[in-house]
């Protein structure tokens, strides 16, 4: 199928910078779930979404949902997406750049009036990084018909559980389960991301296609000492919960040290009470493990609990580990892998493959459709941080082969 016409590097970069001003505070791009800046993106995304020549609704669990009708009305469809919040003073690619380019490749399929056999939508999810209340990928979960009621009783920092924010925002809790779409609508998942990390920008290539997600284990972990005085108590007499959770966050570098591909991470430690001259009663802390295999992730994840139940025993510190997620490692469909492929070669671009180490929402799709991803090269590789970057030509280049594999998209024949 002869291309539309060339999807606007301009527009993409443009729009990603308009959302990147929604943010909770100047100067720093910080967008998270059900807050007053997602309400302004998820505006912004629907008229850019109707503009584009779709049909566009915020569904329950506050997903931006755009729709661009096939041939035949009410067809399956190829459904594309990636999310709009994001980290705290983050890049503004990461998430908004897959929105955005699905958005500019409707507009050039509904700007040359091609109509596919099937409908094409676009989602944007509302919160896939999990910062506001730990719990990940909620949209997607949602939309899969997987989401666990239980998070809905999840505090933010300031105490707000998530159903009450939910209803603050006008979505009801009690009808998320209205987002979740049957199977037999949905063809493939399909997800265009920044790469988030060196390897395409190494190897001098602005595209490749994702082979597979690989999963994360995520826990909170709060660590109960004993305040005190900092002039008064002597050493061997204290029971300082930073200096636990010091020993633990070394312990953690330590485990995840040993083994290639593995990688662990503590991103949030807060301390209380946090005065100068007391000693800390109080830490919480999260924690990150990531490996390509499930076992190598579990198994470093149980040694990493084991060895803080033993610092914390050892320190007369009492401790609780809870478990905020568990993300399997995700296969990106070889059937679509290879019709991404295609359609990278089909731009004379050169085939590379790779996994993601990042975490996206088809590791939460893959429940209701195969899952494929591009990646798009980013400058040394850097994410979740505001140096992220891209060229207007590589937004340009990517999206034209996002447009090429949504043009000739052919569904995964259905097994005999
Ligand atoms: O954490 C991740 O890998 C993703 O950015 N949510
Ligand atoms: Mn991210
Ligand atoms: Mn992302």
């Not at 180490?357 to 980013?378: K, N, Q, T, W």
Request: with cysteine.
């Amino acid at each position: 199928m002869t291309p539309v016409g060339l999807p606007s590097g301009t527009r993409i970069v443009e729009r990603c910078d308009a959302l990147a001003r929604l943010s909770e505070a100047p100067g720093a791009l910080t967008r998270v779930y059900l807050s007053k800046e997602q309400r302004a993106v998820d505006d912004l995304v629907l008229a850019w979404m109707q503009e584009a020549g779709m049909s566009a609704h915020l569904d329950a669990i506050g997903n931006v949902v755009g729709r661009y009708e096939g041939a035949t009305p009410a067809a399956p469809c190829l459904m594309l997406g990636s999310h709009l919040d994001t980290v705290r003073d983050a890049g503004r690619f990461d998430g908004m750049l897959g929105v955005v380019s699905a958005i500019e490749c409707v507009h050039m399929l509904n700007a040359g009036g091609l109509r596919l056999p099937h409908a094409i939508e676009v989602l944007g999810f509302a919160d896939e990084e999990g910062v506001r209340f730990g719990a990940t990928l909620l949209g997607s979960r949602a939309v899969a018909g997987t989401f666990d009621s239980k998070v809905l009783d999840l505090a933010d920092a300031n105490g707000i559980v998530l159903r009450d924010a939910l209803e603050r925002f006008g979505l009801d809790p009690d009808r998320i389960g209205a987002a979740a779409r049957p199977a037999k609508d949905v063809l493939a998942y399909a997800e265009l991301h920044i790469e988030q990390g060196p390897v395409l920008e190494a190897a001098g290539l602005p595209v490749g296609v994702v082979t597979a997600i690989i999963g994360a284990n995520r826990l909170t972990v709060d660590l109960a000492g004993m305040a005190g005085h900092a002039g008064t108590v002597p050493m061997n007499l204290r029971r300082d919960a930073l200096a636990a959770a010091a020993e633990c966050v070394l312990a953690l570098e330590a485990r995840c040290t040993r083994e290639p591909d593995l990688v662990g991470t503590v991103g949030r430690l807060d301390v209380a009470p946090g005065a100068i001259n007391v000693i800390p009663g109080h830490v919480r802390f999260t924690i990150d493990i990531r490996a390509p295999g499930d076992e190598a992730r579990d198994g470093a994840t149980a040694d990493v609990v084991t060895a803080i139940m033993s610092i914390c025993a050892t320190r007369n510190v009492k401790v609780d580990i809870r478990p905020m997620h568990v993300g399997k490692t995700t296969r990106c469909a070889p059937w679509l892998q290879q019709q991404i492929a295609d359609a990278v070669a089909a731009e004379a671009l050169t085939v590379h493959r790779l996994p993601s180490g990042a975490g996206h929402d088809g590791m939460a799709m893959v429940d209701l459709a195969d899952v494929g991803m591009l990646f798009v090269r980013c400058k040394g590789g850097i994410s979740h941080n505001p140096l992220e970057s891209i060229t207007v030509e590589d937004a340009a280049v990517s999206a034209s082969v996002f447009l090429r594999f949504i043009e000739n998209f052919k569904p995964r024949p259905m097994p005999k």
